[in-house]
């Protein structure tokens, strides 16, 4: 889990940093989300292929 960084005083950041960094987080979390979207599609794909292997060698 994060945690909050104290500066010390003589090292305080903009809270500006804050907002960038809380929308750069955002955006990598949807990027993560597609990804595993897109993982989950190949494993299905990988899954079914052993079925449709199967089903052409009936047919041929």
Partial sequence: ???????????????????????????????LKVLLAEIDEALKNYQRAPKFVELIGEWV
């Avoid at 889990?1 to 987080?25: F, G, L």
């Fill in 1 to 31: 889990m994060a945690e909050k960084i104290i500066y010390p005083h003589h090292e305080r950041h903009d809270e500006s940093e804050s907002e960038v960094i809380k929308q750069a987080v955002a955006s990598y979390n949807e990027r």
